[in-house]
């Protein structure tokens, strides 16, 4: 069987607070949300509606040295990608819904595309490939 990357830990400060903006904002999915007596804390998952590929585990920091890194998981470069077969409809309805952009959409040789914050200001890009690849 194939390898394939099954979730992308994000460092945020509250489960709520992230849920609320995913599912609320980004229109991503609440794939699981389970108590985790054993070590207090809880497996949340979310992922993009109707994706079966990557979904992002909300991890809750357990202590200064993670909070430390929330919003800034990848050093201020764009973190994650959004890819979309609808890119002006997608930008149209996170701008509607409040998400901030970092950059504004341009057309590059590989797809249309634009920057926007989550939460916590983590970047990420919003992209729909037009260049044939998979």
């Known amino acids: 069987m194939p390898q394939v990357l099954a979730h992308v ?11 609320l903006i995913f599912v609320g904002k980004l229109g991503f999915d609440l794939i699981e949300d389970t108590y985790q007596p054993e070590q207090e804390k809880r497996w949340v998952v979310v992922g993009p509606s109707g994706s079966k590929g990557c979904s992002v585990l909300l991890a809750r920091a357990s202590d200064d040295h993670q909070a430390q890194w929330i ?64």
């Open 71 to 134: 919003g800034n998981q990848a050093g201020g470069r764009v973190f994650l990608f959004l890819r979309t077969d609808d890119f002006w409809r997608d930008y149209r309805l996170l701008v509607d819904r409040g998400v901030e952009f970092a950059r504004e959409p341009k057309e590059a040789d590989y797809g249309l595309v634009a920057v926007f914050k989550d939460l916590y200001g983590n970047l990420w890009d919003l992209v729909e490939f037009t260049d044939g690849r998979p």
């Open 9 to 19: 830990a994000l460092v945020v400060r509250d489960y709520d607070e992230a849920i």
